[in-house]
């Protein structure tokens, strides 16, 4: 038997709901114990890693931001926050960001360093009167170790669909008596942050503040040790030209991303930050024929697919070997659900491993 087609799909959601979900535990920031009691270094092989399909983590916004972690840095009074609102106003409003597409989810604003009052000010001045339902500010919270854990556990307990936790200011979450500021102690800051960001599936954005000496590489003007940055997934740069003008770059380098230098300018009356230009084209990845090819057979007369490698390798009329096939679908399940909103399962039945194939909605977009 060649194939196997269904012509119902599965009772699916759709917009956000329709990724393939993160591993979700309730562990907190600071308490991650490993799987087991042995001593042995667990390890994976190289076959391992492409037998396994690993759950899709599409970023926030496209070419810019990913789930992870993420420090936002910029000297005091720069224009971080405006920025930072925009981001987050986009995220929870799932509206493109300048000229980047945005995936929609619940936003957690921690504005510790505001009050309410002003936060109300200035985001009327940015937006106007559209409100998001699903951007949620808070001006007071815990430390890490101290009560910041639970808080935000708690928060992603009811609001499953958040994409994004701010934190402004860095400083302001430190544990308390935290003020060693060694390469280990920043390193382990970002690290719990990370863990937590991670465990969720989600991206925690770190606001943070820039030292007055210069550096060769900007990303060393952050103030701290370069543990910070070592342990975060990126960062942003956020930087005047004059210190009294509306003209700003944006630096970005990420483990995730291409490196960018944008160049912003602020909107004196609405305080928002303009797109002017990218010093380079964003790379974007080409078509992948298989791909493809699966995009033009999953379609509304053959919504799912359910087989065999094997059987599936003769549907797609491919030259690849079934297990070649198997594990580059593996690979690309995430391209092919993000790009394409089709996903794709490996399940074990009495008739062997199976593959299946059905069309779902684009993540969010």
Known sequence: MANKKETAAPNVSVGADTEQPPNV?????????????????????????????????PPLIDGLLYPGTYLFAGAPKVGKSFLIAQIAYHTSMGVPLWEYPVRKGTVLYLALEDDYRRLQE?????????GADNLFFSVSAGNLGNGLDEQLQEFMKQHTDTRLIIIDTLQKVREVGGDNYSYANDYEVITRLKQF????GICILIVHHTRKQGSDDK??????????LGAADGAFLLQKEKRIGNAATLEVSGRDQ?????????NPETLLWDFQKAETELWKEP???????IDKRITVDCPLWKGTA????AWLETELQPNSLARKLNVLSGRLLNEYGI????ERCHEGRMIKLYRGERDGM
């Open 197 to 200: 960001a991670d465990s969720y």
């Open 258 to 266: 291409q490196e960018q230098k944008l160049y912003l300018l602020r």
């Open 122 to 130: 200035r985001l009327y001045r940015m937006f106007g009167t559209d």
């Open 25 to 57: 535990n309730n562990n907190s920031i600071t308490n991650y114990p490993p799987k087991n009691n042995s001593k042995a270094l667990e390890t994976v092989s190289m076959a391992e890693l492409y037998d396994s399909v690993y759950p899709s983590k």
């Open 343 to 346: 996903f794709y399962k490996r």
């Open 219 to 228: 990303f060393d003007m952050i103030s701290g040790t370069t543990g910070l």
């Open 287 to 293: 078509p992948e024929p298989l791909l493809e090819e």
């Open 310 to 313: 094997t059987e599936l390798a």
